[in-house]
């Protein structure tokens, strides 16, 4: 049976007893097929208001197989039982009444809807009536006065006129609950039976499509009968999309995305509002209203590698926190790191992406001329160096300058050690930063990557490629922002390290002092060395 009805039936029942109206309210006593214990007390007072104790009787047996330890119950019957001269059993259910007050002074059952409070003095006051009927008036004398011990309201006159009562041998009217006392539903849940629309109909006020039905929370946009078809500005781009504010999931297949979330489209809009989202390994529902258009940089390159528009769509695995490295199915050659070597080149995430729509073919002096700003201006036989580093700084040194001079110029200039920093240069044509000469070979100079007057550096920190092994380099298409604490965060144009692959999707590599995983269709390799 279902708990709506047996609540309405209830209900309709107890209304029917406040009206008097016995039978009206046994007869929604009968309809309901599962009845509880407190229903079941219910139409046991009913019973004994048409003045039918057999049946009443019956009901209080139904009550207490359902609940055993409703002491209520078992004091009503014990009343009931006197009645019908069941004298032994009426004992007996004072006794249980007794057992199950668990030595409290009063249990009040408003809690359950009972409007009745059950003091231990008159569960005694019942005893000592069934010693009456029994003929047994000294037993009855002293429950009495075990009675005039306990605590409790309402026992003011009736002690006092029942001791009275036995000393002429008078037999005791038995207490019992008054007449229209019956448990009562929650009003709470009597409330939610009526079925409430909170949010009304949404009605259309205003469209520019002719018999408009359409009703909905998002703004006025062109329709097409049978179909929604969202309004896009130009052709169709990338399909990831951004979070606005933070959401928090309200309901079944929703998602908790945090503000400022990437997200991927994989779905349509639906009428609610609603659209099917992919973030950090999960599908969900967000709203449409809180996500706006990703700044997602498009590739620059006029090579024919045949990729899509916008960011690849996500891996379906999951990355491992640290993946371990795996022997390739072509092993590039392996390049052994070692005191006197230093690490592979890498770009600053600072560093700033090319302008060009391909691969610029760069060169020392083409560098130096894009800095805002006007280095200072080359002497006869000086070489004025630009050198990228978190900024941008410049300074003259003559040609002849070498390497370990032209670094300790630097360190002071940055505030660093010498002994940390690395200073790198792009050949022609290469996006790939390299060493110097002058850190593997010392005795070279300055005038060997100078072009004019000019030359372009790269300054960046030692970094932490102990014990790994560089399998190649790779060149970023886009940049990529860190989804989790093990990603590996760059720019584009920046030149990776490779240290592994974790499967067909993932890399492992290293860039701007930092090691961590990275989709590989966010790089792309300029040449097989």
């Not at 894009?370 to 003259?396: F, R």
């Amino acid at each position: 049976m279902l708990y709506n009805v047996l609540l309405r039936l209830w209900n309709e029942s107890v209304q029917a007893v406040d009206s008097k109206d016995w039978e009206g309210a046994l007869a929604k006593l009968e309809q309901i097929s599962e009845p509880t214990s407190r229903t079941l007390f219910n139409a046991a007072m009913v019973h004994l208001a048409l003045g039918q104790l057999g049946l009443a009787l019956r009901s209080l047996d139904f009550t207490i197989a359902k609940d055993e330890r409703l002491a209520v119950a078992f004091f009503q019957r014990a009343a009931v039982m006197m009645q019908v001269d069941r004298l032994e059993e009426a004992l007996s259910d004072c006794i249980w009444a007794q057992k199950h007050m668990r030595e409290n002074v009063v249990i009040d059952y408003r809690q359950l809807g009972l409007r009745y409070k059950l003091y231990s003095w008159q569960v005694l006051y019942n005893a000592s009536a069934v010693y009456c009927r029994m003929g047994q008036w000294e037993q009855a004398m002293s429950t009495l006065l075990s009675a005039t011990q306990e605590r409790g309201q309402g026992r003011g006159g009736s002690i006092e006129a029942a001791f009275t009562s036995i000393e002429r041998k008078e037999v005791l009217e038995p207490l019992m609950v008054p007449e229209g006392s019956v448990f009562r539903p929650r009003k709470q849940e009597i409330d939610q039976l009526q079925q409430r629309d909170f949010l009304g109909k949404a009605k259309v006020i205003s469209s520019m499509i002719p018999n408009d039905d359409f009703g909905g929370f998002e703004p006025l946009r062109q329709q097409k009968p049978g179909f929604y078809e969202p309004k896009t500005d130009g052709p169709q781009g990338s399909r990831y999309m951004r979070a606005r504010t933070p959401y928090l999931a309200r309901g079944p297949g929703q998602l908790t995305v945090p503000g400022g979330a990437m997200v991927f489209l994989f779905g349509e809009e639906d009428r609610d509002g609603m659209i099917n989202v992919f973030h950090d390994g999960q599908s969900g529902l967000l709203p449409v209203s809180i996500l706006e258009p990703a700044d997602i940089k498009k590739s620059k390159s006029k090579k024919d590698k045949h990729l899509l528009s916008g960011i690849p769509l996500p891996p379906e695995l999951e990355p491992p926190s640290r993946p371990q490295t795996r022997p390739l199915s072509r092993a590039p050659p392996r390049v052994s790191r070692s005191s006197d070597t230093p690490p592979p080149s890498y770009m600053t995430a600072t560093h700033t992406p090319p302008a060009a729509s391909g691969p610029p073919r760069y060169t020392a002096n083409a560098a130096s001329s894009q800095q805002a700003g006007s280095p200072p201006e080359a002497e006869v036989g000086s070489v004025v160096v630009k050198v990228h580093y978190t900024y941008n700084i410049a300074l003259s040194v003559p040609l002849d300058t070498p390497y370990e001079d032209l670094k300790e110029r630097i360190a002071e200039k940055v505030g660093q050690s010498a002994a940390q920093l690395r200073l790198r240069h792009k050949k022609h044509g290469s996006r790939v930063l390299t060493p110097l000469p002058g850190e593997v070979e010392p005795g070279h100079t300055v005038q060997e990557v100078s072009e004019a007057g000019r030359a372009t550096l790269w300054c960046q920190m030692e970094d932490p490629l102990a014990n790994r092994t560089i399998l190649y380099q790779m060149v970023a298409l886009y940049d990529y922002a860190a989804q989790g604490p093990e990603d590996l965060e760059f720019s584009e144009g920046d030149t990776i390290d490779i240290l592994g692959e974790v499967n067909e999707e993932w890399l492992e590599g290293h860039c701007a002092g930092s090691i961590g995983i990275f989709p590989c269709c966010f790089v792309y390799r300029e040449n097989s060395s």
